[in-house]
């Protein structure tokens, strides 16, 4: 820069901001309270040094003045050669160039300088700003920062610098080439060298371009070096893997691998960003452009880059969604390892939520709610599995039973929630009651209490033909440990203070035995059901222990379909009609599989035996027909 421009930028000898000349005298005017006097005597002086060319330079490390570009060059080879490029020795010297023609000159000034003037009495001497010329910033600033230092050195009534915007920042950014990381104008191409670059310092670790303009097959994988530190310190523990969708106004989706520090802090180890749709090749991607779907082919590309970074990765526990493409991803890179998947809380009371209120009535929703919280909060597996196969046994035994059996039950849970509410009940007389019903299962008594609907008159509004209300099912659970309070002839109700009358129920000694065997049947569905539930995780297990089990069970299973009941010995039960599946429903056809085998009506499934004969579905139509 030549010093007839340089002189034209002063500092301020007050506050020492630097500005222009031109607003130098207006700046002390207006914030310092100069008098016309002193901006004279300011404006001969500044006159002196433009003319005598005394201070053409300023050092900017010690801020002493020099007179030209030689000047500078000399002082700061004298005094700061070891100063400045993070302490690293630096030449500072004039060259002297000799060029053969004027020709030759000019392609050298126009391949390395910017600018060129003529100076001196004699326009004899030539001054050239390099192209590198300039001010530096030594620090990366935001560009918050420098909209706030802009407003804060400049004032609106002296400079334009005052009203500088994020834009005018950006179009800076852009026209100088300024942004980090960039590599060229195009964006795809700027990440594709990056990545070729294998910079193990870079937090690219894997980027394939897409397969068309639409986008399709985009995947960028991002681990920073501080995050390889995190999956080496803290992964042992867990790791927990998710994604965010619908943020932007592009379909880039981002996978997020979290593990947790010993203060039980999220970290992210590591990101991928997945792309399915359209997306202008223009676009900035950067770690915090979402948008997309996630596959377990997409998940693996990830954890395939976590475990080049980390060889060892072993986590114990991993948590993901109910999207099991996670999961896959990870054991397909990781068949052999110890973690147990588990589902996010949150992704799972949210799923329960949408259920309720699909499935459930709106009156029941809290009671089946708190249920379920109930049944999860139970910490045991062994605990867990019994809990679930009672729950699974009495909501089979409810779906098979007919809609009074229903009703009944339904009453007999209020009658249950009543009791606990109201543990006094008001004895006005006694009355044994009666049943004259037999054993048969086909009876309406309550499957929990045996309360007979016709053993007492009840005259609430909810009695109804057939079904107990609740004010019987209350009188039959009652026992010995329920406190009674007797009114006598006037309906004074005796004091608390007194003895209780306590009324004791007679049961037959042939309901005793009817409870008795309904209580093992209710033990033996309850092991059915766990039965159920073991043959369905080992069916899942691809092991040769998994394969006796199972055999095991069979055997059993077998062994105890040959206890039959006296009734049915030499007369084995007739296979019920298709159409007519359930007693009191209406007809519905049901299918039959091709592999039933009956043998003297009975179904069979060993496929061994001699005299089995194989009945398809045309036999069975014409059997039927």
Not at 3 to 12: A, G, I, R, W, Y
Not at 503 to 515: C, G, K, T, W
Not at 578 to 607: A, F, I, W
């Amino acid at each position: 820069m030549p010093p007839c421009l340089e002189v034209q930028q002063v500092m301020c000898e007050v506050c020492g901001k630097v500005m222009f000349r031109k607003n130098i005298y207006s700046h002390l005017r207006v914030t310092h309270k100069y008098d016309p006097e002193q901006v004279e005597e300011l404006k001969r002086t500044l006159e002196m040094r433009s003319a005598t060319g005394a201070v053409g330079r300023t050092c900017p490390i010690c801020n002493d003045g020099v007179g030209d570009q030689e000047g500078l060059a000399n002082h700061c080879l004298l005094m700061h050669s070891g100063d400045g490029a993070n302490g690293e020795e630096q030449y500072y010297a004039v060259h002297h160039l000799t060029f053969e023609s004027k020709e030759i000159f000019e392609e050298e000034c126009e391949a390395s300088i910017t600018s060129l003037w003529k100076t001196g009495a004699k326009r004899n001497s030539y001054f050239s700003r390099c192209s590198r010329a300039g001010s530096y910033a030594c620090k990366e600033h935001s560009l918050d920062f420098v909209i706030r230092r802009l407003r804060s050195d400049f004032s609106a009534r002296t400079s334009r610098l005052h009203f500088v915007t994020r834009d005018d920042l950006w179009n800076l950014i852009v026209k100088h080439g300024l942004r980090p990381g960039s590599r060229d104008d195009d964006d795809l191409t700027s990440l594709q060298m990056r990545e070729a670059e294998h910079n193990l310092d870079d937090e690219i670790r894997f980027f394939r371009m897409p397969e068309n303009r639409a986008g399709k097959g985009l995947a960028l994988v991002i681990i920073t070096p501080i995050q390889t530190e995190w999956l080496k310190r803290y992964s042992h523990r867990g790791i927990s893997v998710d994604d965010t969708h619908n943020t932007t106004r592009y379909k880039l989706k981002l996978a997020t691998a979290v593990v947790v520090d010993e203060r039980d802090r999220g970290l992210p180890a590591g990101m991928e960003i997945i792309y399915r749709s359209y997306l202008p090749l223009n676009t900035t991607l950067s770690a915090f452009l979402l948008s997309g779907s996630i596959s377990a082919d997409d998940v693996e590309i990830l954890f395939r880059q976590i475990k080049d970074v980390v060889p060892d990765f072993d986590p114990k526990e991993m948590a993901t969604d109910e999207t099991l493409s996670f999961y896959n991803g990870f054991r397909s890179v990781f068949p052999n390892s110890r973690a147990r998947l588990h589902y996010c809380r949150r992704h799972i009371s949210h799923t329960r939520g949408e259920k309720f209120r699909k499935l459930v009535e709106p009156r029941l929703r809290k009671q089946v709610k708190q249920d379920l919280n109930d049944l999860l909060r139970i910490g045991q597996i062994e605990a867990f599995e019994l809990k679930f196969a009672q729950i699974l046994a009495d909501r089979r035994r409810l779906a098979r039973s007919s809609s009074r059996k229903q009703q009944i039950t339904i009453r007999h849970r209020s009658a249950v929630t009543f009791l606990a509410k109201n543990p006094q009940v008001l004895c006005v007389g006694e009355n044994k009651g009666g049943c004259d019903c037999g054993p048969s299962p086909d009876n309406v008594h309550c499957p929990v209490c045996e309360v007979c609907p016709y053993s007492w008159t009840c005259t609430c509004i909810d009695n109804i033909a057939g079904i107990s209300c609740k004010h019987r099912h209350v009188i039959a659970l009652r026992d010995a440990r329920a406190l009674v309070v007797t009114e006598d002839t006037s309906r004074e109700i005796f004091s608390p203070s007194l003895p209780p009358t306590i009324v004791e129920d007679s049961v037959a000694p042939a309901q005793q035995r009817l409870e008795s065997r309904k209580a093992k049947r209710s033990d033996a569905e309850m092991a059915m059901a766990v039965v159920q539930a073991n043959m369905n995780a080992l069916v899942e297990e691809d092991t040769d222990e998994a394969d006796e089990k199972l055999q095991a069970i069979v055997d059993l299973l077998r062994e105890a379909s040959e206890i039959q009941s006296s009734a049915c010995s030499g007369n084995p039960p007739m296979v019920p009609r298709p159409e007519m599946k359930r007693p009191g429903r209406k007809p519905k056809l049901t299918s039959v599989k091709l592999y039933t085998v009956v043998t003297g009506g009975q179904y069979d499934v060993d496929m061994t035996k001699p005299h089995e004969k194989v009945l398809y579905k045309e036999d069975i139509k014409k059997q039927y027909d």
